[in-house]
Nanobody, 116 residues
Framework: QVQLLESGGSLVQSGGSLRLSCVAS????????MRWYRQAPGKQREFVAR???????AYAISLKGRFTISRDNAKNTLYLQMNSLKPEDTAVYYC??????????WGQGTQVTVSS
């Protein structure tokens, strides 16, 4: 089993920055991808960014350039640096981990609220 714990969400003004963290614990091995998703009120959960075990990254097209995903393997921690935040970035942000076996895990989410 893998546990994922997100943190770093808060209320921020439009144009501000936040860095989210996701600490992984438990049976952490053979990780294929780690991802960030978000879910705004009344909307479906959507892909934000992913990073492979080799460090390759990919982003939702609309977010590329403002958000940066990274990971610290020594700390088993995933990060999401978010800059130039907009009110439409308001959502619960979730950490996701996929192992090569196909097992998939989710964190409980962290709330990001961007005020105009």
């Amino acid at each position: 089993q893998v546990q994922l714990l997100e943190s770093g969400g808060s209320l921020v003004q439009s144009g501000g920055s936040l860095r989210l963290s996701c600490v992984a614990s438990g049976s952490i091995f053979s990780i294929d991808y780690m991802r960030w998703y978000r879910q705004a009120p009344g909307k479906q959960r959507e892909f934000v960014a992913r990073i492979s075990s080799g460090g390759n990254t990919a982003y939702a097209i609309s977010l590329k350039g403002r958000f940066t995903i990274s990971r610290d393997n020594a700390k088993n921690t995933l990060y999401l640096q978010m800059n130039s935040l907009k009110p439409e970035d308001t959502a619960v942000y979730y950490c996701n981990l996929i192992q090569r076996s196909g097992n998939e895990y989710w964190g409980q989410g962290t709330q990001v609220t961007v005020s105009s």
